[in-house]
C-alpha cells in the first residue's frame, strides 16, 4: 500500500515537472505545424538561419502527415491546444477556420505581405471580411515533368504542340519506355485531377478562368470538354496497368528512371531530388495544338501559415511570420524547396525551378482549386471519382463535364 | 399482491445493493463512452454547423438534405454496397463456413488442425489484411503472375481500379479474413446435436447432403441466428478494409463506398476537398445508422428465436 502511495506521489510530481517544463519552454519558443514531411529536412535548415539572427526565439517544427494533418488541427484548436503558428490550406479549405475565429488576421501585424502579389494573397483571404489571414509560401505551376536524360537518348525535343507531344509518345512507346508515369488505383484521384490542371490550360487558354467565375461559360463547354477528351486520348501512353497504379507507384516509376514523364506541380521538384540525386528531369508546359511562345498553364497559392489566435506567445510568433513573408525566406525557400516562392523576387539557382518561373509568366488560376472548391460538392470530388472510368472508356467526357456543372451549380453563383 | 411488494422492497434492496455496487462502474464508463456520445450526436444532428462550429437549430432539416442530392447519391450507393456486401459474406463466408464445418464434422480426424488454418486469418488486423492483399492485386503481383501462368489472364490485373468488380474483390477479402469464424461457431454447433439424431437419420438411409439440410441445419438455427446478426452489424459498419484498400473515398468513383466511409468524409472533410466539413449531415446519418443497426438487430433475433427448433 505504502509502495503504491509513494509511486502515486512520484508519479504526480513527475506530472507536475512536466507541466511546468512545458510551461517554461514556451517562453522563446515558437512551434509550427505542417503537413509536409517530406520537407522536414529542408523547413529545418531554413528555421535554424531564422534562429542565427534571433537567438532568443527558436522554432519547434512538427509534422503531421497530409491525409491526417487537417483532422489534427481542427481538433487541436477546439480543444484550445493548438500550435503558435499553423500552415493553412489555401481557398475554401481555409474558410472553415476562419469561419471558426481560429485565427488572426495579419494585415497591420506583417506589413511585409504588402509586397506581395494579388494571386498569391488569393489562397488566404477570409472570403466574408476580404482580411489576410496566413503568409503565402509558394505559388507552384503544373507542368510536365521530363526525364532529360530519357528524352536526349532517344532523341526527343520538347515537344511545342500537342501532335508533337503525341508523336513522342509513340517513339518512346516503340523505344520500350513507358511515356507517361499516371495511375488511378486506390484514392489516386487527386493525382488524375492535376493531370487535368497540367492539360486543361493548353484547350482552354489563360482567359478561361474568368469566364468561368462570371457565369459567361460553365464546366458544360466545349473546351473544357475538349481537354478532358485529351486527357483520355493518352491514355495508351499511361502506366501499364494504369487503373491498378497508384499516385505513389507512379511517382516511383519516374524517380526510377522507368518512366520518361510524369504530369504534376512544382512541389515535386524538391521531393523528387531527394529521392534520387541522379535524377536528370526538367518541366515543360503542356503543349496546345498551335506552337505558343508561352503555353498557359495552372497555378495556384499552396497554402500559407497563419497565427493561431489562442497563441500564448503572438510577440514571438508575429517575428516568426515577418521572417517567413520576408525576401531571405523566399530564397531559402527555393534553393532549399525549389517550389516557386509565394514572395516573387528570389533568383532561382536550381535550372528546374528557373522553367518553372518561367512558366509562372503566362499562369491561371487551377480551375477546380482556385474556382470551385468552396463548398461541397466540389468541383474537385466529381473530377477526383469520375475521371478513372472516363479514361477508362466508361463515362463519356461530356457526361463528366455535365455532372461537375450539376454539382457545383447547387452553390455556385457568378461573380459578373 | 402491490401491497406485499411494497413491504418487501427495502429487503430487495438490501439484496441487491452489492450487486447494483458491482454493476455501478461499468455502467459509469457505459454511460461516458457510450450514452453521452450517442445522446450528443443526436442533439448536434439538429443544429447547423459552420466548420466546426454548432450554428442555429434546424430541427429535422439535416435528415431532410440527406434523402435529396447530392447526398442522395450517395447515401443510396453507399446503403446499396452495404447490402451487397452483407448478402455477399452471408453466401461466400457463413456459406461456405457452413459446408466447411460440416465436411471437418464428418471427416472427425485432424479437425483442430484445419480449424486453426480456417481460423488463422481472423487474428489478423483488417487493416493489415487489406494492406496484404492490395500488395498481392497489384498489377505485377503475385495474383497477376499467378494467373499468367495458369494462362486465364493476359496482360495487367486492374481489378481494384475496376468499379464492376473491386466491391467484389473487396468482399472476397473480408470473407477469407473471417471464414474461420462461422467454421468454429458451425462446428460447435454441430457437436452440440445429439449423435443418436445422425444415427437414426443414417439408418433411413438419408445421405450426407440430405443430413445437412433436413437434420443438422433445423438445429443449427441458433448458430445461423448469431452468425447472421454479427455479419450484419459488421458489414454495415464496414470502413477499415474500403480505407486501406480503396481510401476513403471508396474508389473508384464511389464503387467501394459504404455508409461509414461516407460518414467519415462528411465528419472530417475528404468530401474532394480537406477541411470542409457538414458535421450536421454526418451526425444526422450516424444516428439513423445508429437507428437501423439496432432496429434490425432486434428484428434478426427476434426472427430467428421464432424458427429455432427445441427438442
Not at chain 1, 499516385?247 to 519516374?254: N, W
Not at chain 2, 457538414?278 to 439496432?294: K, N, Q
Request: proline fraction near 5%; charge should be neutral; glycine fraction near 8%.
Amino acid at each position: 500500500m505504502l509502495n503504491v502511495r509513494s509511486r502515486l506521489k512520484s508519479a504526480a510530481i513527475g506530472v507536475l515537472a512536466l507541466t511546468a517544463t512545458a510551461l517554461s519552454a514556451s517562453a522563446g519558443e515558437v512551434t509550427l505545424w505542417s503537413w509536409r514531411t517530406e520537407d522536414q529536412a529542408a523547413m529545418e535548415k531554413i528555421f535554424a538561419a531564422f534562429t542565427a539572427k534571433n537567438p532568443d526565439i527558436t522554432v519547434k517544427l512538427q509534422f503531421t502527415p497530409d491525409a491526417d494533418y487537417q483532422n489534427r488541427l481542427s481538433t487541436a484548436l477546439r480543444g484550445g491546444k493548438g500550435p503558435d503558428i499553423a500552415q493553412l490550406k489555401a481557398y475554401g479549405e481555409l474558410q472553415p477556420l476562419v469561419d471558426g475565429g481560429y485565427l488572426d488576421a495579419l494585415n497591420d501585424s506583417v506589413p511585409e505581405l504588402k509586397d506581395f502579389t494579388p494571386a498569391a494573397l488569393g489562397g488566404s483571404v477570409g472570403i466574408a471580411d476580404g482580411k489576410i489571414y496566413g503568409v503565402p509560401y509558394s505559388t507552384p505551376v503544373m507542368g510536365v515533368f521530363y526525364n532529360t536524360e530519357i528524352f536526349e537518348k532517344n532523341g526527343i525535343a520538347v515537344p511545342k504542340t500537342y501532335d508533337e507531344f503525341v508523336a513522342a509518345c509513340e517513339k518512346l512507346k516503340a523505344a520500350g519506355v513507358l511515356p507517361i508515369a499516371a495511375g488511378g488505383a486506390n484514392g489516386s484521384g487527386w493525382a488524375l485531377e492535376i493531370n487535368a490542371g497540367v492539360v486543361g490550360p493548353s484547350v482552354y487558354g489563360a482567359g478561361f478562368y474568368d469566364e468561368m467565375i462570371s457565369g459567361k461559360a460553365k464546366f458544360t463547354d466545349a473546351r473544357y470538354v475538349k481537354a478532358l477528351e485529351k486527357i483520355k486520348a493518352l491514355q495508351p501512353y499511361y502506366s501499364d496497368g494504369f487503373a491498378g497504379v497508384d499516385y505513389t507507384t507512379a511517382t516511383q516509376q519516374f524517380i526510377s528512371g522507368k518512366a520518361a514523364m510524369f504530369f504534376g506541380g512544382a512541389w515535386e521538384n524538391g521531393s523528387f531530388k531527394a529521392q534520387n540525386p541522379n535524377l536528370k528531369f526538367s518541366i515543360f508546359p503542356f503543349p496546345g495544338d498551335k506552337a505558343e511562345a508561352q503555353p498557359a498553364v495552372s497555378a495556384f497559392s499552396d497554402g500559407s501559415y497563419g497565427l493561431v489566435s489562442d497563441s500564448e506567445n503572438k510577440e514571438d510568433a508575429t517575428k516568426v511570420l515577418s521572417f517567413i513573408a520576408s525576401p531571405e525566406f523566399a530564397q531559402l525557400f527555393a534553393d532549399n524547396l525549389g517550389w516557386p516562392p509565394a514572395r516573387s523576387g528570389a533568383t532561382a539557382n536550381d535550372p528546374v525551378l528557373k522553367s518553372m518561373l518561367e512558366m509562372q509568366a503566362n499562369a491561371t488560376p487551377y480551375l477546380t482549386l482556385v474556382g470551385f472548391r468552396w463548398q461541397t460538392p466540389t468541383a474537385s470530388s466529381v473530377v477526383q471519382a469520375e475521371i478513372i472510368d472516363m479514361i477508362e472508356g466508361k463515362i463519356a467526357p461530356e457526361k463528366l463535364a455535365a455532372d461537375v456543372d450539376a454539382a457545383v451549380s447547387t452553390w455556385f453563383k457568378p461573380k459578373p | 399482491m402491490s401491497a406485499s411488494r411494497l413491504r418487501r422492497a427495502p429487503i430487495e434492496w438490501q439484496k441487491h445493493r452489492a450487486a447494483i455496487l458491482f454493476v455501478l462502474p461499468a455502467l459509469l464508463i457505459y454511460c461516458l463512452f457510450v450514452v453521452y456520445p450517442l445522446a450528443s450526436s443526436l442533439w448536434g444532428s439538429l443544429f447547423e454547423w459552420r466548420g466546426f462550429r454548432m450554428r442555429d437549430f434546424v430541427g429535422l432539416d439535416n435528415f431532410a438534405r440527406l434523402f435529396v442530392d447530392p447526398s442522395w447519391t450517395k447515401l443510396s450507393g453507399a446503403f446499396t454496397h452495404n447490402v451487397f456486401w452483407f448478402c455477399g459474406i452471408m453466401v461466400l463466408q457463413n456459406g461456405l463456413g457452413l459446408i466447411f464445418a460440416y465436411l471437418l464434422f464428418l471427416r472427425r480426424r485432424g479437425t483442430a488442425f484445419l480449424q486453426s488454418v480456417f481460423f488463422f486469418p481472423a487474428v489478423l488486423s483488417p487493416v493489415i489484411v487489406g494492406a496484404l492483399w492490395r500488395l498481392l492485386l497489384t498489377p505485377d503481383g503475385a495474383v497477376e503472375t499467378l494467373l499468367h501462368n495458369l494462362g486465364l489472364l493476359e496482360g495487367r490485373l486492374t481489378i481494384l481500379g475496376n468499379s464492376t468488380w473491386a466491391l467484389w474483390v473487396l468482399v472476397a477479402a473480408d470473407a477469407w479474413n473471417w471464414m474461420g469464424l462461422p467454421v468454429l461457431i458451425f462446428t460447435a454447433g454441430l457437436r452440440q446435436i445429439q449423435p443418436e439424431v445422425f444415427e437414426a437419420a443414417r439408418l433411413d438411409g438419408a445421405g450426407n447432403g440430405r443430413i445437412l439440410w433436413s437434420i443438422a441445419l433445423p438445429q443449427l438455427m441458433p448458430s445461423i441466428s448469431s452468425l447472421t446478426t454479427l455479419t450484419f452489424i459488421n458489414t454495415f459498419n464496414q470502413f477499415d478494409l474500403v480505407y486501406v484498400m480503396q481510401g476513403v473515398q471508396g474508389n473508384p468513383n464511389f464503387a467501394t463506398d459504404t455508409l461509414v466511409t461516407y460518414f467519415f468524409r462528411l465528419a472530417f472533410g475528404a468530401e474532394g476537398a480537406v477541411g470542409i466539413t457538414d458535421i450536421g449531415l454526418a451526425l444526422a446519418l450516424g444516428t439513423l445508422l445508429f437507428l437501423l443497426l439496432t432496429v434490425v438487430t432486434i428484428g434478426l433475433l427476434r426472427f430467428f428465436e421464432r424458427r429455432t427448433v427445441r427438442f
